[in-house]
DNA sequence: CTGAAAGCGCTAACAA
DNA sequence: TTGTTAGCGCTTTCAG
């Protein structure tokens, strides 16, 4: 079919070994020959079977990434940086979507990057004990990145620290009535939830009475915050500020704001999580995280474990080391302090 | 080191040979015999290795995908389209990002992706003559989506009309100084002539004189359209209504104006084109061009050359066949007729 | 430094 | 129906 290592090896009058050796510059191969070898290889335009060469290292050249969703900004990036590390080293990257509880069901189940890969980066899935079993049978290196997996690498951010730089910045602009759209995504619930306890401990660090009645569970994405927001506006009494747990909900939120023809930061103050591309166009105050640099290290932790195990699989010897990058408030122009004093200044105004 | 066919052979007590029959569903196999080694691999949680397979059957069973970008939206749902069919067949995608100009020749200069799938998806990036010859030289199904290559199957939308769709809608609402805020993507290039095109010929047909002054180039995305905007804004006579290549673009513009503390539509009316999710959260008119549909279709037209031809690599036996889908204007609240009777209304208003 | 030989783990004729 | 025999294309001892 195509042009094979003993097609080369002929040509330069070498045996395959040698053949092999010199163009996988590897030691005791003489310049002469390696040189002949080479322009052997050049002439035939040969490429070397990856799969073939793994089978007989032991490798495969590949890591996969197992992740909620394809077309969503955040993800997208944190791709890049993935893709952007291990394209150096040569290591492609193998794609595991899983959409749905469904997927991820059968995901867990069948495993299906098993013996294709060197190793797993799980990104924004927070894996369970059962789940975390099954990964182990696939015997390779595992680093989970926005969202943990039990003993082993991890990136991220403190998303608790995050959800406060939001709500400790609407409080320190005095507002006493804030609201929360809290979105649940099925599929990666877990920072959801740090996103929400820190709401009430800001709250109860200003000495804010947490209402219920102020917060609204909704689906991620745009359509939640919409919804969110209205059912908000829909109280008695409103809160003059709104903390969403993500930029694409908060935007939803907007949406809704500016239909109502309420102003943004005048009337109400909104603000999001992630720093998204367009929230910046969109004027949003929000608490960035970094994406892309999240999965830069996540790719390096990969390459750190291969290069320490090469091959070896001994449980016990990993080392669970974790990163937590920084988050940071980004005050653009959708928040701004309450209209009028019909609420009481923050204690530390 | 992991459990193998002659593992399970061994332990069903029959020979590789039929234990591979067996385990991958070929006929020729006693149903007591299929059973006993279906048995055998349970108990020994046996899973074949894909590339050993596939080296012997001289097939990857995977499919590359060569993009631009991995956190654009776009690009984000046709992979995931792309993927939503592949992973039914158990077709793994291997990821290729060409970010810049330099990563594309050397994606076309060393073939990363040779000897390595069964098929190439390449996605948003017109191939030039050089760059096809090269591609040519892996020898696999080649399909393109998102900009074509030339030979090979492809899907698509067409710029040109998607363009008119955005303009002539300008054009019906009576508007008469219509500005353009075209995008240079330095990867992608191609539709955005189209794109371009597609002014000039509604302008034309409208009776509107074309000029010059009021199309602004810019880079791809938000900052570009902000900077375009601002540009058109500093014009003696401002146009009152906005065609951006892009929702991105778009969305920048209105940041300009909203900055500028002009109104939309109500000041001035911005269009795009795509139909990003955030324009709908933002109200944008635009006019929609399927994303996640485009993968899918590239999906099913690699499926069907690999199916058509299992291995078959006769460089005429071809079937370029060409798919363009529909794109469809999405009137949201972006796009109003100009304020006042400043320019004559429309010939055909 | 180089070559021969023995796989890596599976599939595919071809017999039996 | 099942087993035998060759590989797929490369790497890797182990001699030489």
């Avoid at 080293?89 to 069901?105: F, N, Q």
């Avoid at 992630?274 to 994406?291: E, F, K, N, Y």
């Amino acid at each position: 079919m195509s042009v094979t290592l003993a097609d080369v090896a002929r040509r330069a009058g070498v045996s395959p070994a040698t053949a092999s050796r010199a163009l996988s510059d590897r030691p005791h191969v003489a310049v002469a020959t390696r040189a002949r070898v080479r322009a052997a290889a050049e002439e035939l335009a040969f490429v070397a079977s990856p799969d073939a060469a793994g089978l007989a290292r032991g490798t495969t050249g590949r890591v996969g990434v197992v992740l909620p969703h394809l077309s969503r900004w955040f993800f997208g990036a944190v791709l890049e940086g993935i893709e952007s590390v291990l394209r150096h080293e040569r290591i492609d990257l193998l794609l595991y979507r899983v959409g749905d509880a469904a997927d991820r069901r059968a995901f867990f189940d069948t495993l299906p990057a098993r013996r294709k890969v060197d190793a797993l980066v799980v990104l924004g899935l927070p894996v369970d004990a059962r789940e975390r079993e099954r990964l182990e049978l696939m015997g390779v290196t595992i680093v989970a990145a926005v969202g943990q997996v039990a003993g082993h690498p991890f990136v991220g951010v403190d998303d608790h620290v995050a959800g406060r730089q939001a709500v400790d910045h609407l409080v320190h602009l005095g507002h006493r009535r804030i609201g929360m759209i809290a979105a649940t995504d099925p599929q990666s619930d877990g920072y959801p939830d740090a996103r929400s306890v820190a709401y009430r401990d800001s709250l109860a660090d200003a000495g804010i009475p947490y209402d219920e009645d102020l917060v609204a569970v909704v689906d991620w994405g745009g359509a939640g915050g919409a919804e969110g927001m209205a059912r908000l506006l829909g109280l008695r009494e409103p809160p003059t500020a709104v903390y969403a747990h993500s930029d694409e909900v908060a935007l939803g939120a907007v949406r809704t704001l500016r239909r109502a023809g309420l102003r943004v930061p005048e009337d109400l103050s909104v603000i999001g999580i992630d720093d998204h591309p367009l929230a910046d166009l969109t004027d949003l105050t929000t608490v960035r995280q970094p994406a892309r640099e999240q999965g830069e290290v996540a790719a390096r932790m990969v390459l750190a474990a291969l290069a320490d195990a090469p091959g070896a699989d001994v449980p016990g010897a990993r080392a669970p080391g974790g990163v937590t990058l920084p988050t940071q408030l980004v005050v653009r122009r959708s928040t701004a302090p309450p209209r009028d004093g019909v609420t009481a200044p923050p204690r530390d105004g």
